[in-house]
């Protein structure tokens, strides 16, 4: 399983590669500092090229790449983003929907 991480401040490899791939960890490394359209376009592509099923990053940088594909074209590929994991503190609340509470069966707040 690929995993895409959007974090940290690792410049673009180049203005055709804006990401960076390591094989042995089986990551797809994003900068979450460089969120330019043609940029997220370009991220959009290597999730969809490297059929990542986690995106790991900071809350607000998977929130502006979410709003991209939301008001553009681009969007991953089905089934390939499955789960989004968060690296740091919540987004602000303008920036990431309200997450329901966690319940069990019975509806009890677990």
């Known amino acids: 399983m690929v995993r895409a991480a959007l974090t940290g401040a690792q410049p673009p490899c180049?203005?055709?590669?804006?990401?960076?791939?390591?094989?042995?960890?089986?990551?797809?490394?994003?900068?979450?500092?460089?969120?330019?359209?043609?940029?997220?376009?370009?991220?959009?592509?290597?999730?969809?090229?490297?059929?990542?099923?986690v995106l790991y990053g900071y809350p607000s940088a998977a929130a502006i790449l979410a709003g991209h594909c939301l008001r553009s074209a681009s969007r991953p590929a089905d089934g390939v983003i499955a789960v989004v994991a968060s690296s740091a503190a919540p987004a602000p609340p303008n920036r990431a929907p309200p997450t329901p509470p966690v319940t069990t069966r019975r509806g009890r707040r677990a």
């Open 14 to 53: 180049s203005k055709r590669r804006p990401w960076t791939y390591d094989p042995g960890l089986r990551e797809l490394r994003e900068s979450a500092v460089y969120l330019t359209a043609p940029v997220m376009n370009g991220y959009l592509a290597a999730l969809r090229e490297h059929r990542a099923r």
